[in-house]
């Protein structure tokens, strides 16, 4: 400041400042190490202890992978060869691949089928997953439901085919009568779906072997292919019926509302065991004794509405999150409900929602394993039974948890770090 | 400033509000409104905090439910039918203080929702007339951005823009410039100016005076739920009647 500026009170500025580049620091791992890792002489201690700790455990841990043997057809000639040196036993995981994959009991000879189905699942999400995925696939997408039960378990492609066209046909009779009332509409569509699968089922229930793969039943299904098979399908089916239930449970009308309330805080209030073994035992009580209603889709039942109802309650944390000016603007400019739900309001509570949604899937498809309990062999299924079980590989812990953590971590890690790019990439609230 | 027009510009009844009241559970928040307001008509809406002149034009488009009474606008009774209700607010732009922008849609998307959805227009033509508006409120070149990257007063007018893409006949503001800094508030302030030199018919809640002078055709004092007070605009700021006017005028064009 000059002399003439300091002696007055009245300043005039003549020169803007111009923008400078913050102060140059020096960078590099050397500037990194000494501020994180030695920045003193208690976190100096705290650092060198921690690289022992490290040290001790990736020694110790890696001869057992080094020596691991992939070639043997038992513990016994596992140990045989280690002959008494550290070694893990991967051979377990080659030898019984198969049955850890699909079970014990699904046809050696139709792998193809549920790995044809694995891989069409990855070309049905990308559209889903990725908005800039080619649109195409999304007819992908909304085939997949009916090509996989028809890949996974067999029988005549009339049935899925049936199946197909009933939603189809209720689709078409929901938009011609929509325009009435919503409702009006969606009762049209139900008929319709369920007047075309009664009379396919007669058709596809004559013609059992018209394009039939050889049928599997749903007890013959096993390994990680159930808990994928449970995962995917009680979290594609949650999501929606998770959001139905939310509304409802905001609604004004007061019987759909309490309906919602008592439905979710009862099944929150339920142990997901509980519901696994009324699904296995008592569910049947309650079906006519005919009426062999299929233990896969019994679980799936009751995984769906556990999963549903704790979705239910992170979506309501969403919309509470909503100023209620979003409301206000959406009816100010004439949006109806289902347009303001649809286009304003459920677009910004499930973006919200992202992280708790992603916490319920993940723990979702983790408790698929829990069917291992009521005797369904899925991975924990056929480690605890079939394969500890045998004389061969009676023992072989480490190598086989560690296999079944290995591929939920995989699948898991997968998800929340996709949901961590989804918010990114829905973030529009920054400059 | 061409000279406002003092009369209302047409007989033509846009609003008509008769005996109506509303109750907050037991507190009786509007006493026995009566207004009919006219085709062309501008009219602010003045008084304290709590006088219940944002809840007045909120119960126009339906915001807020009338317990008594009966509002009249364009011809179409308001009642609980949802038809009516869906009608009326087609036809009534509003512009709320926050700017209540959708944030997860770009500034284009805002404008050309609800025209698409429920106007029924196709997307391109909703996307030229958003353009139109865009330019009349002088932010074209934001089309592409989201509310978030956007000034307060520019927010602003996008959410005046948004209500002009339905082509409403009539336009409610509930204090269009509360939320914004001084800088600002001139913006929109002249975007509201332009929008009645068009003839929009406009009911406006707000504490700017000197819009009020500006534009009005007529000013309206509330207080305690009640119309105390309702003059031209010269009249009303030079001489005013009632007691508790002169004390809000008092206050807010004291210094």
């Not at chain 1, 400078?20 to 994180?36: D, F, I, L, T």
């Not at chain 1, 599997?216 to 139905?244: K, Q």
Request: glycine share 8%; hydrophobic share 50%.
């Amino acid at each position: 400041m000059s002399d003439t500026h300091a002696e007055s009170v009245a300043y005039v500025r003549d020169t803007m400042l111009p923008q400078q580049p913050p102060p140059a620091s020096e960078a590099g791992a050397v500037k990194w190490m000494r501020e994180n890792l030695f920045s003193g002489w208690f976190n100096t201690l705290l650092t060198l202890v921690s690289l022992y700790f490290i040290y001790q455990i990736v020694t110790g841990a890696w001869p057992w992978f080094a020596n691991g043997i992939w070639t043997a057809s038992s513990l016994a000639e596992c140990r045989e060869i280690l002959g008494g040196q550290t070694g893990a036993c991967f051979s377990v995981l080659t030898e019984r691949w198969n049955q850890l994959l699909f079970g014990f009991q699904y046809p050696s000879d139709q792998y193809w089928r549920p790995v044809t189905a694995f891989v069409l699942l990855i070309v049905a999400l990308a559209p889903v997953l990725y908005p800039k995925a080619p649109r195409q696939l999304l007819v992908v997408t909304a085939l997949y439901p009916f090509v996989a039960f028809w890949l996974i378990w067999g029988g005549t492609l009339l049935a899925p085919l049936v199946a197909l066209i009933g939603v189809a046909g209720g689709y078409v009779a929901f938009k011609l009568v929509e325009h009435q009332s919503f409702a009006m509409g969606a009762f049209a569509g139900l008929v319709a779906a369920l007047v075309i699968w009664v009379l396919g089922g007669f058709v596809s229930g004559s013609a059992e072997n018209v394009l039939a793969l050889q049928p599997v039943p749903s007890r013959d299904l096993g390994g990680f292919m159930l808990n994928m098979i449970l995962g995917t399908v009680c979290v594609s089916l949650s999501l929606p019926i998770g959001i139905l239930l939310a509304l409802g449970r905001q609604s004004s009308m007061p019987i759909i509302k309490w309906i919602c309330v008592i439905f979710i805080e009862f099944i929150r209030g339920v142990p997901l065991i509980t519901l696994l073994f009324v699904a296995n035992v008592v569910l049947a009580y309650f079906f006519p004794p005919d009426a062999n209603i299929d233990l896969v889709l019994r679980v799936i039942i009751m995984i769906t509405m556990f999963a549903s109802a704790y979705i239910a309650e992170v979506i309501r944390g969403g919309l509470a999150a909503l100023p209620r000016g979003q409301y206000e603007a959406a009816d100010s400019l004439g949006l109806d409900y289902a347009q303001a739900t649809r286009l304003i309001i459920m677009p910004q509570a499930l973006k919200i929602s992202i992280p708790g949604i992603v916490n319920v899937a993940v723990g979702l498809f983790k408790d698929t394993t829990l069917v291992s309990v009521i005797s369904m062999f899925d991975l924990v299924g056929m480690i605890r039974g079939p394969i500890l079980a045998s004389t061969e590989w009676n023992g072989v812990y480490w190598e086989l948890w560690g296999f079944a953590v290995l591929l939920f971590f995989i699948v898991c890690f997968s998800i929340s770090k996709y949901s961590q790019w989804l918010e990114r990439q829905l973030a529009t609230d920054h400059r | 400033m061409a000279q406002p027009a003092q009369k209302p510009v047409s007989g033509e009844v846009a609003i008509q509000i008769e005996n109506m009241n509303k109750w907050y559970g037991a507190f009786h928040v509007l006493r026995d409104i009566d207004l009919t307001v006219y085709r062309g008509e501008r009219i602010v809406i003045a008084g304290p905090s709590g006088s219940g002149k944002s809840t007045l034009i909120r119960c126009i488009n339906a915001l807020e439910e009338h317990q008594k009474g009966s509002i009249t606008v364009d011809g179409t009774l308001l009642s609980s039918d949802v038809k009516n209700i869906d009608k009326i607010r087609s036809e009534v732009g509003m512009v709320f203080q926050h700017f209540n922008l959708f944030p997860h849609l770009t500034i284009l998307e805002n404008c050309t929702l609800a025209p698409i959805w429920v106007r029924k227009i196709p997307k391109r033509e909703a996307e030229e007339t958003a353009m139109h508006f865009l330019e009349k409120v002088k932010i074209p070149e934001q089309a592409d951005k989201y509310p978030g990257q956007l000034s307060g007063g520019q927010q602003q007018r996008v959410a005046i823009a948004r209500s002009l893409c339905m082509r409403p006949r009539i336009m409610l503001f509930d204090e269009p410039t509360s939320a914004l800094d001084p800088e600002m508030i001139k913006e929109v302030l002249d975007t509201m100016v332009e929008l009645a030199e068009d003839g929009m018919t406009m009911l406006c809640v707000t504490h700017e005076m000197g819009f009020a002078r500006q534009v009005a055709h007529r000013v309206i004092f509330m207080d305690a739920g009640q119309i105390v007070e309702q003059n031209e605009p010269e009249a009303f700021f030079n001489n005013p009647q009632n007691d508790r006017t002169k004390l809000f005028l008092s206050q807010i064009l004291g210094h």
